[in-house]
């Protein structure tokens, strides 16, 4: 599954568009295959999928933060007929029905604490996504080790990336890759 990562991105970095324009940006001057998109409803999607396939890159949308869908089987199933392929999200009841719909499923995890590690490595095993993404991008990477090793999924980062460091420093530790809303990052 870490060829999931390399499909999204050449590079150590995934562009999340939290607005049109940033979109706009990151289908015309960045070369990764992939987009998180941030923004967005259930009526915007179908033109942002289409601008996306013509462009040749791939859409990962953060169900979480998309709206006028619901948060449930029926609105999977609508996503995926609209074309979704790949989506993120912080529920993990959402993860098999989404993999059921074909859909590759990145489960977004937030690491403020040693319960909260011990907690994403049991949501891991029961919700079984294809990847993993940990926020924020700066825990220490004896976290990402510890993930890695309990899990054997891909894993991204994000989350207040502001500098090349930040992203390296995340790499160092043993991501595939970040994710970043940061335009002047996404080279």
Not at 87 to 96: A, D, P
């Given at each position: ?35 998180i998109l941030l923004?967005?409803?259930i009526n915007s ?63 977004r995890l937030f ?77």
């Amino acid at each position: 599954m870490a060829n999931l990562i390399a499909n999204l991105c050449p590079g150590p970095v995934v562009p999340a568009a939290r607005n049109y324009d940033d979109f706009r940006h990151a289908l015309a001057h960045t070369a990764a295959p992939g987009i998180i998109l941030l923004f967005g409803d259930i009526n915007s999607l179908p033109g942002l999928l289409a601008e996306a396939k013509k462009h040749g890159k791939r859409l990962l949308v953060h169900l979480d933060l998309l709206d006028g869908v619901g948060k449930d089987r029926a609105g999977l199933k609508c996503l995926a007929r609209l074309g979704v392929t790949a989506l993120i999200t912080t529920k993990q009841q959402l993860v098999k029905p989404a993999r059921d719909e074909g859909m590759i499923v990145v489960q977004r995890l937030f690491i403020m604490d040693s319960e909260a590690l011990r907690t994403a490595v049991k949501i891991l095993a029961q919700a079984k996504p294809d990847a993993v993404e940990i926020l924020p991008a700066s825990v220490p990477s004896w976290v990402f080790r510890d993930l890695s090793s309990h899990t054997g999924l891909p894993l991204l980062a994000g989350g207040l990336v502001a500098t090349r460091a930040d992203i390296d420093a995340a790499i160092a530790a043993g991501v595939c890759a970040v994710s970043t809303s940061n335009r002047d990052l996404w080279q």
